[in-house]
Nanobody, 115 residues
Framework: QVQLAEFGGGLVQPGGSLRLSCAAS????????MGWYRQAPGKQRELVAV???????NYLDSVKGRFTISRDNAKNTVYLQMNSLKPEDTAVYYC?????????WGQGTQVTVSS
């Protein structure tokens, strides 16, 4: 079993920055993929960014150049640095880990970009 704990959401003005973090605990294999997804009201959940344990990354086109995903394998923690935030980035952000063929989700953290 794997548990995920997310931190760092909140309210920020357009153009501002936030950093999300997600710590995984439990039976975690050294080779895994961690990532961030988001879901805005009335929309489907979408992939924002993912990072493999070896460091490979993939991003949603609309966040490239503004968001950076990183991870600390020793701490089983993934981070999402979000810069130049826009109102359309407003959503609940979820952390996910793909581990030993199973997927685990965090509880979600609200990010609101508004003046």
């Amino acid at each position: 079993q794997v548990q995920l704990a997310e931190f760092g959401g909140g309210l920020v003005q357009p153009g501002g920055s936030l950093r999300l973090s997600c710590a995984a605990s439990g039976s975690i294999f050294s080779t895994n993929i961690m990532g961030w997804y988001r879901q805005a009201p009335g929309k489907q959940r979408e992939l924002v960014a993912v990072i493999a344990s070896g460091g490979g990354t993939n991003y949603l086109d609309s966040v490239k150049g503004r968001f950076t995903i990183s991870r600390d394998n020793a701490k089983n923690t993934v981070y999402l640095q979000m810069n130049s935030l826009k109102p359309e980035d407003t959503a609940v952000y979820y952390c996910k880990i793909s581990n030993l063929g199973r997927e685990y989700w965090g509880q979600g953290t609200q990010v609101t970009v508004s003046s």
